[in-house]
């Protein structure tokens, strides 16, 4: 029984995933290079992952995606000369966007404990908020959850105050890119967004100039004595300056701020008053010549207080989409499987008035289904649930949501 | 007539147009030039002795230079191994960073964007800091990472608007290293060498015996005599063994990270050693304290472990995609978290071990 309706909501959703791909794919595609472009997709049913698909054009590709209709659709950020050679040394690489993926999964929001849930899958213990890197449980350890997350509106307003810093902190005023003609941004269809360089100079950098990047922007191995910072130099930094050196002073102003005493005591000797130190040093970080000095701090808290800002206000991205050359990320214009989301290509200047609860919402009409759980959400301009075991009409971009999150079935 | 700068900098694009105008026919260098010819010759024979060029370079308006680096380039081509290339090009690249050291700023810049085609200014100013110089981030990631080094991670620099601010010093490291990499890159194809007058033959025939002696003495030497270790090593590590193979320049974590592990694993010091031979830049008696420092028989007597996965990706040393195993990529060796490449080690000795007991049986 429980097989069955699983099996009718998945034909249900692939028809619905159909009628959207017949009339609209290919106005929202948008994807340049389509034949030199490699694809893969991920069936309903077998529940399979194919890749290596290579087509000549969008009237090929759209024909594929509507006789199939797959769950979730990629292509790749590369452009290749053999796109469908069954590996990557024939495949023959011609260059590859430079991509950034920030997903929302990785960010610790403060309202993931009111919607995210996890279970270890070898214990069964259960907790809210984000998945812990191993099992809370005594003598469990294990790493391996089952993770029940919700597209909150909070969190994608994070994300999307994340991708603004990128892209105006980082490529903007240190990689001197233009954000109005060099980059485009998608929305993952989920949780996430994705920035994409096009920029000649972008698409050429190898794998290791790749990972030099991202470590950049996420301030990874930075060591603030290359950046001035040590008690003997004449030449601290200060906020005002540009890169590292600036952003380093200003990271730790933001933290002193926004840290509660108890934080700050984890950093800083016990020895101070941590009010009056906050005070201080925030007065005496804000000025043109920071002296970086105080009373019983020591350069190795200097550089712990430093580090614990750059740790929490560095950019939160997948590193590993940034330095993968190989990789498949979600193709513009396809429907996101587990949501029937729209993942949607923007330009810079449309980023600020997106909205993925109405902007990515492509299904029209209403359908009536049975609502085994689910917390209050909004679709459009109109807030739903939260629901426990209900049969209600749903807006159809609604209930195809909580169809796709597996918390209803048809009725 | 020749300038100095295509003296000193004979594989610059200025010195390839110097030679293309010369128009001068290969094979009849041993016939018209003798003297180079042997000159070449032994340069390369003494690279392979001591991996030294002469220190004395000929800056006359006849200089030789220029036609001495393009007979050595024929005959590496000729050679066609990977380690001699790699000392020829070390070679060229250590004369060059020496020479830049008491260049103008002209020479330099005429160096960096004439050859390499980057983008390179000099005397800037930004913030109150004064910097010589400023490169595009493009170009000093050309070759940055290859460092390997904290101080060259682009997060350590100072960029702005894509350009990454440097000191005198610091450009002339990364021009050097670019030199290395220009000249390894720039092979000849085979077909645009014509077939070569017989007068070549007793020349390649010394060279390439001495390469096989030199490859035999090397091989003899190396560790790998009990095929279940060679098996076990971990992708990481077998990277590294091949780029010494090959004498290509090692980083100084890949030094550390390759010296690190064989010690854990059980390889006795002088094995090491035998293994940095090939290295463009081999000291044996600096060699052999830091590798007895990392035993733990100088200084401290501290032992160092192997580096940790993290810490190898963080230097790009992980080779996950290299593992035919799959246990780099799902990150498990047996179920267990796979955290250190001497984890993987074990693992696949155990494998291995098991393996060869049931053909025993």
Not at chain 2, 88 to 100: P, V
Not at chain 2, 243 to 251: C, M, P, S
């Amino acid at each position: 029984m429980v097989i069955e309706k699983s099996i009718n909501r998945q034909k249900f959703l692939a028809e619905k995933f159909r009628t959207f791909y017949v009339s609209k794919f290919k106005k929202e595609c948008n994807l340049s290079d389509i034949e030199y472009r490699e694809f893969g997709f991920f069936y309903w049913e077998p529940s399979k992952f194919v890749r290596h698909l290579r087509f000549i054009n969008i009237e090929n590709l759209a024909k594929h995606i509507i006789s199939k209709v797959p769950k979730h659709i990629y292509s790749s950020a590369a452009r290749y000369e053999v796109p469908n050679a069954p590996n990557m040394k024939l495949k023959s690489l011609i260059d590859c966007e430079l991509i950034f993926d920030l997903d929302v999964d990785h960010i610790p929001t403060p309202c993931k404990k009111d919607h995210d849930k996890w279970v270890c899958k070898q214990c069964g213990t259960t907790g809210t908020g984000m998945a812990p890197k191993t099992c809370p449980a005594k003598k469990c350890e294990s790493h391996s959850f089952e993770e029940m997350s919700w597209e909150c509106e909070k969190c994608m307003e994070i994300a999307k105050s994340e991708i603004f810093s990128i892209i105006e902190e980082f490529l903007s005023n240190d990689f001197g890119l233009n954000p109005k003609t060099d980059l485009f941004i998608v929305f993952s269809g989920r949780r996430g967004y994705h920035i994409h360089i096009e920029n000649e100079i972008y698409r050429k950098l190898d794998s290791n100039a790749r990972r030099e990047i991202v470590d950049y922007i996420m301030g990874k191995g930075l060591v603030p004595s290359y950046h001035g910072f040590s008690l003997k130099s004449g030449n601290k930094p200060n906020k005002f300056e540009t890169g590292w050196r600036g952003r380093m002073t200003r990271f730790v102003i933001k933290f002193l701020k926004e840290s509660s005493p108890n934080e700050l005591l984890k950093i800083l000797t016990r020895r101070v008053n941590i009010i009056n130190v906050k005070k201080d040093l925030v007065a005496q970080l804000n000025s043109r010549n920071p002296s970086w000095s105080y009373p019983n701090i020591g350069e190795q808290t200097w550089v712990n207080l430093i580090n614990a800002a750059i740790e929490k206000y560095g950019a939160k991205v997948d590193q590993p989409v940034t330095i993968d050359l190989h990789r498949l990320i979600r193709l513009p214009g396809s429907l996101h499987g587990k949501t029937g989301f729209l993942v949607k290509k923007m330009s810079y200047n449309e980023l600020e008035k997106f909205d993925p609860f109405s902007h990515a919402q492509v299904f029209e009409g209403s359908i009536r289904i049975h609502v085994h759980t689910a917390p209050q959400f909004r679709i459009g301009n109109e807030n739903f649930g939260p629901f426990k075991d209900q049969k209600i009409e749903l807006p159809m971009s609604a209930a195809i949501y909580l169809l796709c999150k597996g918390v209803a079935n048809l009725l | 007539m020749q300038s100095i700068f295509v003296s000193k900098f004979p594989f610059s694009k200025n010195a390839a147009e110097y030679l293309q105008n010369l128009d001068i026919d290969i094979r009849t260098l041993p016939t018209y030039f003798p003297n180079l010819f042997k000159e070449a010759f032994n340069r390369l024979l003494n690279l392979m002795e001591n991996k030294k060029l002469p220190e004395k370079i000929d800056i006359s308006l006849n200089s030789p230079e220029a036609l001495i680096y393009a007979i050595m380039r024929v005959f590496v081509e000729l050679i066609n191994e990977d380690f001699l290339r790699n000392w020829f090009a070390e070679a060229y690249s250590k004369r060059t960073e020496n020479l830049l050291h008491s260049e103008s700023p002209k020479t330099l810049i005429t160096l960096a964007s004439t050859t390499f085609d980057w983008k390179i200014y000099n005397e800037i100013q930004i913030a109150g800091r004064t910097y010589n110089w400023k490169l595009r981030f493009d170009n000093f990631l050309e070759v940055a990472p290859n460092l390997m080094a904290k101080d060259w991670k682009l997060v350590n620099q100072h960029l702005n608007k894509g350009w990454v601010l440097l000191v005198r010093e610091k450009l002339i490291r990364l021009i050097a290293e670019k030199t290395k990499l220009y000249i390894l890159n720039r092979k000849i194809p085979r077909d645009e060498i014509p077939n070569l007058p017989e007068s070549y033959t007793p020349y390649l025939n010394a060279l390439q015996s001495k390469i096989n002696s030199i490859k035999k003495n090397f091989r003899s030497q190396r560790i790998f005599s009990d095929e279940i270790n060679k098996n076990a090593y971990p992708p990481c590590i077998q990277f590294i063994l091949k780029k010494t193979e090959k004498g290509e320049n090692l980083a100084h974590p890949e030094r550390l990270f390759l010296t690190f592990f064989l010690l854990n694993i059980g390889t006795s010091i002088e094995d090491i050693l035998n293994i940095f031979k090939t290295q463009p830049d081999y000291n044996e008696e600096i060699t052999r304290y830091q590798v007895e420092f990392a035993a733990g028989k100088r200084g401290s007597g501290t032992k160092y472990t192997s580096f940790g996965c993290p810490k190898l990706i963080s230097y790009g040393l992980c080779k996950k995609e290299l593992d035919e195993m799959n246990w780099c990529i799902t990150g498990k060796v047996f179920k267990k978290v796979l955290k250190n490449p001497l984890q993987y080690y074990s693992g696949k000795i155990f494998l291995l071990s098991l393996k060869q007991e049931n053909k025993s049986k």
